[in-house]
DNA sequence: TGTTATT
């Protein structure tokens, strides 16, 4: 990819990103043994809406995929923040790292990287850590626990306001017998220099506490009956408060409406095209790719498809593209932030897809 | 007690 943009795919270390310092930057393709597959990737920290379609959408812009699943709650179907891509072919998987690992998509930054082969020694070895001292780095802490086995993330938490080290933190390590070790050498102990001992036990399983509060709501609440509509209307409510703070946009007083009401009397308007909204990119280099346009929009929002225009001869992008988005307060939003975005040399211009241009 | 890491 030439063109990269500062909200791409980057290295980062930071000190509260669920990295693993030893390997997150130098390589996520790290060596693997014999059998281990190298065309089934695992995609974390996925943004919370995104579907199954999404996914594959995002991950088949790279190559042929064989299969994609996005894991669900059993009980709620609530997306688990985390899916599965397999490649058919191991280059393509390997590229879908290099390009799509740390992608800024909504809120999230997504984490790609090669499935470990499935194994009930690999479940529940995520460690919750307490106690420690507020001083102590991301890497001291990594270098504390990498003695009891191979560390797969960890994470300290830290203050929003202050960026402060709450002095708790998470080690996921590989095998869940390693963390047992973990937990039997470093509990109740303190670690070098320290004055207090830390506490180290098995952390809290996020989804089965998220099913309990979804189920306990669905019985508590007195429109039980409208599950669906109403957990829309919260995402909806919570996504216009996300929108008012991030932008100041009042998206109560924007054309919501209006996308029920094109739906339900066919009214054609720009960018409307049944599936979501479809958005025309202008001025795209020759060797633009759809991974650009995933960096540019993901971040704004539901992006159900990209698509570089290329010449048929030559492959080179001609210049323009489209972008599908499923919400008209986001595609808006994006529209308005991207209409002018300065792209390499480019002054990009973007809107909603008008009948008059080539159609998609 | 997390940007929900094993289908």
């Known amino acids: 990819m030439e063109t990269q943009l500062s909200n791409g795919p980057t290295c980062n270390n930071t000190s509260n990103g669920p990295s693993t ?3 997150n930057c130098s390589s996520p393709v790290e060596s693997s043994s014999i059998e281990d597959s190298k065309t089934n990737l695992i995609v974390n920290y996925l943004p919370q809406n995104m579907t199954q ?44 790292i290099n390009t799509l690992n740390g992608l800024r998509l909504q809120t999230k930054t997504i984490k790609v990287s090669y499935a470990r082969p499935s194994s009930a020694s690999i479940r529940d070895a995520n460690l919750y850590v307490s106690g420690l001292p507020k001083t102590m780095t991301q890497k001291e802490l990594e270098q504390l626990f990498s003695q009891y086995g191979r560390i797969i993330t960890s994470r300290i ?30 509990n109740c102990q303190k670690p070098p220099g320290a004055t207090e001992p830390i506490t180290v036990k098995f952390a809290n399983n996020p989804s089965q506490k998220t099913s309990q509060a979804l189920l306990s ?17 919260a995402q909806r ?31 054609n308007l720009p960018g409307h095209a049944g599936t979501g909204w479809c958005i025309f ?80």
């Open 21 to 23: 310092i030893s390997n």
């Open 237 to 267: 409510f919570r996504l216009d408060n996300l929108l008012n703070m991030a932008y100041g946009v009042k998206s109560r007083f924007s054309p919501m409406a209006i996308d029920g009401v094109t739906s339900l009397a066919g009214i």
């Open 53 to 96: 379609e999404e996914l594959k959408s995002l991950f088949g812009s790279i190559g042929d995929i064989e299969s994609c699943k996005l894991v669900r709650d059993k009980i709620t179907g609530q997306s688990l923040g985390y899916g599965f891509v397999n490649y058919v072919d191991p280059k393509d998987a390997e590229k879908a």
């Open 157 to 186: 938490l830290v203050d929003q306001v202050t960026g402060v080290s709450r002095g708790v933190g998470f080690i996921r390590f590989d095998r869940r017998v390693e963390a047992e070790e973990a937990i039997k050498g470093l």
């Open 281 to 360: 990119v202008y001025n795209l280099a020759p060797d633009a790719d759809e991974s650009i346009l995933w960096q540019m929009f993901g971040p704004f929002g539901a992006v159900t498809n990209v698509k570089v225009i290329r010449d048929f001869n030559t492959n080179k992008c001609k210049g323009f593209g489209f972008v599908t988005m499923t919400n008209y307060d986001e595609a808006a939003v994006a529209i308005a932030s991207l209409n002018g975005y300065r792209l390499g040399d480019r002054v990009l211009q973007v809107s909603f897809k008008t009948n008059k241009t080539h159609k998609a």
């Open 217 to 233: 709501q669905l019985y508590q609440s007195p429109n039980r009956r409208y599950p669906g509509p109403l957990a829309q209307q």
